[in-house]
């Protein structure tokens, strides 16, 4: 085989030959321009995705005015009705019912662990939770189905209903356990290992001089940790929940398992609901001869996007001042 | 015992009980994915793509899916690893360190590691729409490329920046240019935690359903082109647990479970490479 027959070959010998003329300064020049070219990417894309959806979503935008559209109150794309109110209460409610379910656990471990913890204890329980981060959402959805949903329906449901089912807010009129507390509790779990780790490394961040002038007046580490740690660490704390919301917010699969997907304005934990996400992936890449069809659904992922950018730079910007560098 | 040790021991138990609590639940999920699984796997689902019928419990197996979701991965993978190998050598010893050019490139990558799946993959498939691309292995590992990019910019900047800068000013003492310093010295200081990287990203990669959703699109056979649509494990799971027969439910807990391991495999895996690699590395 004679390689120089291609010109593909031709030209790579040729590419080589002049990197070989090139001088180490002269490659080191080229390599750097190259690399910072490169970093322009991430910006690039972020760009472009934003435009690229804004272009999408236009159409709807230019039919129907912004407020109707996130007020609408009904989804009937045959009719041309886009109304997106549902799922973007139902995205809001589950994300809430997540949080307050995943914070306090959340910031009771990452204290434990940056303050009390053995240096074994935290070995063990760092991979363990890098594991637990890593589980795929389509897992996460199979355990919320098998586990949650029926645990729901069979203990949480009655129970609830029997002593609480007169507030509205935990009242059950949906018995297949399908629901915002079964997606509640599947992205509770699923964002433990992110608001834990920031949490963690905000907490541990603190400088140690703050606990030994606490600690030598007489304070028990606890209260060290109620009156010198934590007061330090609030903007962290919060900019740590931020994201982990934001995490929620964009969970698709494990939510549309467990969820329920009925396009209603939910009014208690029990009731089923619909996300933006699950929106998007039940009914995206079919059905789009419908007109504005397509339009809307990209309108509920643009939502999503700049949600996430909102919630994403506001809580960076806070926790780049924690920790001299970002956490992602 | 005065109150505020009451208080103390109150709350170290509160903590104890969360963290347990975290662990417990991942410990639930393993065995309730190990419980439902285990008792659907067999050697047909390895080796076998769907047959006729499968979808309403015929003979068959997810190798499709298999070998889908490592074809997905695998080239997502290898091209994010083109782009944030240089990125992150870039960030992490070209610049300076406080360089405003280097923190708006770090904010960009942190909102792209934001960004839900499913926007990718919304994203993705609106731009193949408009280059005529069908929803294809191709797309697929497009997107993930994508995806992964961020996850693994930002591990491999992290762990660069942790390398002691002596080495680096030794390596540029003795002649060398930045560019044979972070190939030659950087690379190889860090090449554990770049493993740990690219694994990271390849798990992210192939435990990823939604942003595959419309861009690979999923076949019963194994695709021998970038052109034809490929199968992923994922979503393996989500049809056949969309199904209403609970002969094709039960594989769905099987995929979940293949899925689960291979997760743990790679994750159980990375530590083990980067202890290994490490013995090059200069301490």
Not at chain 1, 40 to 48: A, D, F, Q
Not at chain 2, 202 to 207: K, T
């Amino acid at each position: 085989m004679e390689p120089e027959n291609t010109p593909l070959a031709t030209w790579l010998t040729r590419f080589q030959i002049h990197l070989l003329r090139l001088s180490r300064q002269n490659k080191d020049r080229w390599a750097g321009k190259m690399f910072l070219g490169m970093t322009t990417l991430p910006l690039v894309l972020v760009i472009v995705m934003f435009v690229a959806l804004l272009i999408r979503a236009w159409p709807i935008l230019q039919a129907k005015p912004l407020w109707a559209l996130l007020t609408g109150q009904t989804w009937r794309p045959l009719r041309g009705e886009f109304g997106l109110y549902p799922f973007i209460m139902g995205t809001l409610w589950v994300t809430a019912v997540a949080m307050a379910l995943a914070v306090p656990p959340c910031l009771l471990s990452a204290i434990y662990l940056a303050e009390y913890a053995r240096p074994l204890t935290r070995t063990i329980v760092k991979p363990l939770l890098d594991l637990l981060a890593g589980i795929p959402s389509v897992v996460y959805g199979v355990w919320g189905v098998v586990a949650i949903v029926p645990w729901v329906k069979d203990f949480l449901a009655p129970t609830f209903d029997k002593y609480l089912g007169f507030i509205p807010f935990f009242a059950v009129d949906n018995p297949t356990g399908f629901g915002i507390l079964a997606g509640g509790i599947v992205l509770a779990v699923m964002v433990a290992p992110f608001v834990i780790a920031i949490t963690y490394e905000v907490v541990r961040s603190v400088p140690d001089g703050l606990r030994e002038a606490s600690l030598a007046v007489g304070a028990t580490r606890w209260q060290t940790i109620k009156y010198a740690v934590l007061p330090q660490t609030l903007p962290g704390i919060i900019a740590g929940i931020v994201l982990g919301s934001s995490r929620a917010l964009g969970e698709t699969m494990a939510v549309l398992m467990v969820v329920g997907n009925v396009a209603r304005v939910p009014s208690s934990i029990f009731d089923p609901a619909y996300p933006l996400t699950a929106l998007i992936a039940n009914n995206y890449g079919e059905m789009l001869s419908i007109p504005l069809y397509d339009s809307a659904l990209l309108l509920a992922a643009l939502m999503l996007l700049g949600m996430e950018m909102v919630f994403n730079g506001i809580s960076t910007l806070i926790l780049h001042r924690f920790t001299g560098r970002e956490i992602a | 015992m005065k109150r505020r040790h009451i208080e103390e021991s109150i709350f170290k138990a509160l903590m104890i009980g969360s963290s347990g609590l975290v662990v417990g639940s991942l410990g639930l999920i393993l065995l309730t994915v190990i419980a439902k699984g285990a008792p659907a796997l067999n050697l047909a689902m390895f080796t076998q793509t769907p047959k006729g019928g499968y979808y309403l419990g015929k003979e068959g197996g997810i190798l499709n899916a298999i070998v889908g979701s490592l074809y997905l991965a695998g080239g997502g993978t290898a091209l994010a690893l083109l782009l944030s190998l240089p990125m992150a050598l870039y960030l992490g010893s070209y610049v300076r360190r406080r360089s405003r050019w280097a923190s708006i490139v770090r904010l960009a990558l942190d909102v792209l590691w934001g960004i839900p799946s499913i926007v990718y993959g919304a994203f993705g498939f609106t731009i193949m729409a408009a280059l005529g691309i069908r929803a294809s292995l191709l797309g697929g590992i497009l997107v993930l490329a994508l995806l992964e990019l961020p996850i693994m910019t930002r591990a491999m900047d992290e762990i660069i920046r942790m390398m002691p800068s002596e080495l680096e000013q030794a390596a540029l003492a003795l002649g060398a240019t930045r560019l044979e310093t972070t190939l030659h010295i950087v690379t190889r200081q860090t090449l554990p935690g770049l493993t740990t990287a690219i694994l990271l990203a390849f798990g992210r990669g192939i435990g990823d359903a939604a942003s595959v959703l419309f861009t690979a699109g999923y076949t019963d056979r194994i695709p021998t082109s970038l052109f034809q649509p490929a199968a992923s494990l994922p979503l393996a799971v989500f049809f056949q647990l969309g199904t209403p027969f609970p002969e094709v439910q039960q594989r769905g807990y099987a995929a979940a479970l293949v899925l689960t391991v291979l997760i743990l495999f790679v994750s159980f895996g990375s530590r083990w490479l980067s202890a290994r690699l490490g013995r090059y590395a200069i301490r």
